[in-house]
């Protein structure tokens, strides 16, 4: 099943009660935050007793990084779908630059900014990279 043909009562099917009502009151919380779709991929955060990551692919098929241990989804994946069924467009794609940067590993990103801030100090310094020059 694809994302844009969810519905909420397939989400109820998927997920035991008290963990479709936790999921609600996440997303009426507010407790959904980072939220992407690529592909047929979406992801997001979801803040609960701490930060869970939430991957979910079409089929659906999830996974969190919470201890949740059942069959089914946990409450975060709920919010989370529950989120895109009520909002797609907040799931926007990330533009072309971003997906380019996430491509690439940390030290790459380091050497990338390093060469940029070079001629750039005063962007360095916008960002507290530098000591301000009195």
């Known amino acids: 099943m694809s994302f844009d043909q969810l519905t909420r ?3 109820q099917k998927m997920a035991d009660a008290p963990i479709f009502e936790r ?3 996440y ?6 935050e980072q939220r992407q779709r690529e592909g047929d991929s979406l992801t997001a955060s979801v803040r609960g007793s701490r930060a869970y990551r939430v991957e979910i ?4 098929r999830f996974r969190c990084t919470c201890p949740f241990e059942f069959s089914g989804p946990c409450k975060h ?3 989370t779908l529950l989120a895109y069924i009520e909002a797609p467009s907040s799931f926007e794609r990330p533009d072309p630059l971003y997906r380019a940067l996430r491509q690439r590993n940390k030290d790459e990103l380091i050497q990338m900014l390093v060469e940029l801030l070079a001629d750039r100090p ?13």
């Open 9 to 11: 009562r397939e989400i």
């Open 23 to 25: 999921g609600e009151e």
């Open 27 to 32: 997303l009426a919380s507010g407790l959904v």
């Open 57 to 60: 692919s079409e089929g659906p």
């Open 77 to 79: 994946v709920v919010a």
């Open 122 to 134: 005063e962007a360095a310094r916008r960002f507290g990279l530098l000591a301000a020059s009195r």
